[in-house]
């Protein structure tokens, strides 16, 4: 009798409370994974990151020495800073190079979605076996890309990946490959999309080639630019397969990036350093904070006018 | 429609397109035909030298058969299999219930909530590695399936969230209201009137996550160590020394681990592409 009027009553709370509580308890279990998981763990790492620490034993703690020795001229970080760089600067070239393949292909002549699949296939394709597929190629005297470019009298030394000059561009033509390919959809789907109206518009006002596209529809493709720079960006923030699978870092240590330099530390078979690793990827956290700050400034000006 | 219709152009300028595109095209694959060529040679054509030249004979079932047969491979498989299906069950099961909370409720914090699963879903991995491998090892689930599947689970249910929230706001809401008027519990409506019409979206982030977990590396090799519970791209790696230098069947090795979720796009092509390209047109 107790137990069904306890259950009656609070099965009223619950059907008086229904519309604000439904939506916590659908929360509930998202946001505690999320949070063990992902938020949790952000700052855990920044505890961790002052500590000096082998993943076993007590962690020591050591305040900003690990960032004071990352900052004060530790070459290896040096490297993987600028090679972050590159990746950043080189891989937002998928952006424009994934419209000219989206113009191209933006036809409708028979066997288009083919190709137009044909063209996409690299984005599904794992990273571990794009890079396997891209250090074959690059194969020293009989990868293709050795092959084609003896034709014209160029020879690397060591081939692309086993020469300190070549080998982290050649890691981002390899890691460029799939991410054209994804900014190529975006801009077929956006392109799918322009108005058809607007453009007869600016026909009659005699716009064409480059002026239409850079005054007419570029402008309506914006969405599509908005994903393809966040996913652009990010995807070179986390370069790690490409690199692992192809140079594991070398030669003499020159396509290291922070992601890369943040795991060798942490997980080196000279002992684990956690700590100094933890650091590592605090500077490279900020790095993309920037970015991922600017990312949702973005998306809540969206949200503000969708209201 | 922009660029004109090459329709509209003379027919050189057809013609010309029509032998473009097959060309093009093979000149973007040249690196995957080249590997796919490398698998079906025999042994001694790297032995002699003959990279590119036509094949010495036609291996394809002797050098996939060891792959099958010869190797870790199909553990490795099945591996991915078991880890990759529980993921996206778990996910899309999380954030459908998430995106629901926050596409249907207006409620304090609302935005603030959704926009913590956006970022999440951003950060770098390696700003977790430490802590999460941690958490892995002390729930003594290090190098096991469970570990992985967990993890998976929670980081990909900011994306998922994202996702499903969105396509929860673009049903038509009096639909809600009137089953709320008809004094239909909230947990029904869920049940009974949005999971329907959510179907598009749950199949389209199916295949994503099935592709991106399929093709995840990185916790693969923090989480895990050998054939009991690596995947297949940690275990290609391993593979690879096995077979050292032998690229025929390396190249084989690596085309077998790409397959699932090449199917995956080619049958499900449509809700790929569709959830890819959420938000790319407004």
Redesign the interface.
């Known amino acids: 009798m107790r137990s069904e009027a306890a259950t009656l009553e609070r099965k009223s709370w619950y059907k008086r409370h229904?519309?604000?509580a439904?939506?916590?308890l659908?929360?509930v279990?998202?946001?505690l994974?999320?949070s063990?998981?992902?938020?949790?763990?952000?700052f855990?790492?920044f505890w961790?990151s002052l500590h000096e620490w082998d993943?076993l034993g007590e962690k020591v703690w050591v305040g900003t020495a690990n960032y004071e020795r990352l900052l004060g001229g530790d070459r290896k970080f040096e490297v993987s800073f600028w090679n972050n760089v590159r990746w950043l600067i080189l891989y937002l070239l998928a952006i424009p190079a994934g419209l000219f393949i989206a113009?191209?292909l933006?036809?409708?002549?028979r066997?288009?979605r083919f190709?137009k699949?044909?063209?996409?296939?690299?984005f599904?394709?794992?990273?571990?076996?794009v890079g396997?597929?891209?250090s074959?190629?690059y194969?020293p005297n009989?990868?293709?890309f050795d092959?084609i470019t003896g034709w014209f009298g160029i020879d690397i030394k060591g081939g692309v990946l086993g020469n300190p000059n070549t080998a982290t561009y050649g890691i981002i033509a390899a890691g460029l490959?799939p991410q054209v390919a994804?900014c190529m959809?975006?801009y077929l789907?956006?392109?799918?999309?322009?108005d058809?109206e607007q453009?007869e518009a600016a026909r009659l006002d005699g716009a064409?080639g480059w002026k239409?596209?850079w005054y007419?529809?570029l402008p309506q493709l914006k969405?599509?630019t908005f994903?393809a720079f966040?996913v652009t960006i990010?995807g070179a923030?986390?370069s790690?397969?490409f690199i692992?699978?192809m140079t594991n870092g070398g030669p003499f240590g020159s396509t290291r990036v922070?992601?890369f330099y943040?795991?060798e530390e942490?997980?080196s078979e000279f002992g684990f350093r956690?700590g100094y690793?933890?650091a590592?990827?605090?500077v490279?956290?900020l790095l993309?904070l920037g970015?991922?700050l600017y990312?949702?400034y973005s998306?809540?000006r969206d949200?503000r006018e969708a209201r | 429609?922009?660029?004109?219709?090459?329709?509209k152009r003379s027919n050189a300028a057809?013609i010309t397109?029509?032998a473009a595109?097959?060309i093009?095209?093979i000149v973007?694959?040249?690196?995957?035909i080249?590997?796919a060529t490398?698998s079906i040679r025999p042994e001694s054509d790297f032995a002699a030298?003959n990279?590119?030249g036509a094949p010495g004979s036609f291996e394809f079932f002797a050098n996939y058969g060891r792959v099958f047969f010869d190797s870790d491979m199909p553990r490795y498989l099945l591996n991915s299999v078991l880890i990759t299906v529980p993921t996206v069950i778990g996910a899309v099961a999380?954030?459908s219930?998430?995106g629901?909370?926050?596409g249907?409720?207006k409620?304090k914090g609302?935005?603030l909530?959704f926009?913590?699963?956006?970022?999440?879903n951003?950060?770098?991995?390696?700003?977790?590695?430490?802590?999460?491998?941690?958490?892995t090892v002390n729930l003594n689930l290090y190098d096991t399936k469970i570990g992985l599947i967990?993890?998976h689970?929670?980081?990909q249910?900011?994306f998922c969230?994202l996702f499903m929230r969105n396509f929860i706001r673009q049903l038509p809401y009096p639909l809600i209201e009137a089953a709320r008027v008809e004094g239909v519990?909230?947990?029904r409506i869920?049940w009974f009137v949005v999971l329907p019409l959510m179907k598009p979206a749950l199949a389209a982030l199916s295949v994503l996550i099935f592709?991106f977990i399929?093709?995840?590396?990185?916790w693969a090799?923090?989480l895990t160590q050998g054939p009991d519970a690596q995947p297949v791209?940690a275990g290609?790696?391993s593979f690879?020394s096995q077979f050292r230098a032998a690229?025929h069947l390396?190249?084989a090795g690596?085309?077998v681990?790409?397959i699932p979720?090449?199917l995956?796009?080619?049958a499900m092509?449509k809700h790929f592409?569709a959830g890819?390209?959420l938000?790319?047109?407004?």
Do not use: C, H
């Open positions: 229904e519309i604000a439904t939506p916590w659908f929360l279990p998202g946001i994974f999320f063990i998981y992902v938020i949790i763990p952000i855990q790492s961790i993943g113009l191209f933006n036809q409708t002549v066997g288009i190709y699949s044909m063209f996409f296939f690299p599904v394709l794992s990273q571990v076996v396997l597929v891209f074959w190629f194969l009989d990868g293709l092959v490959w994804y959809i975006l789907t956006g392109l799918n999309a322009v058809p453009v064409k239409m596209l007419v529809i969405p599509a994903i966040v990010i923030l986390r790690f397969d692992a699978v922070l992601s943040m795991f942490s997980l956690m690793g933890a590592i990827a605090v490279l956290f993309m970015f991922i990312f949702l998306m809540w949200e | 429609m922009f660029p004109a219709p090459i329709q057809q397109y029509q595109l097959p093009a095209m973007w694959l040249l690196p995957l080249a590997v490398f030298g990279y590119w999380l954030s219930m998430t629901f909370a926050l249907v409720y409620f609302n935005l909530i926009f913590m699963f956006i970022a999440g951003f950060v770098p991995f390696q700003i977790l590695m430490v802590p999460v491998r941690d958490l967990l993890f689970i929670a980081f249910t900011g969230t519990a909230e947990w869920f592709t399929w093709n995840d590396y990185f090799v923090v791209t290609i790696t690879n690229y390396m190249s690596s085309i681990a790409a979720p090449v995956m796009f080619f092509q592409i890819l390209t938000g790319a047109v407004k």
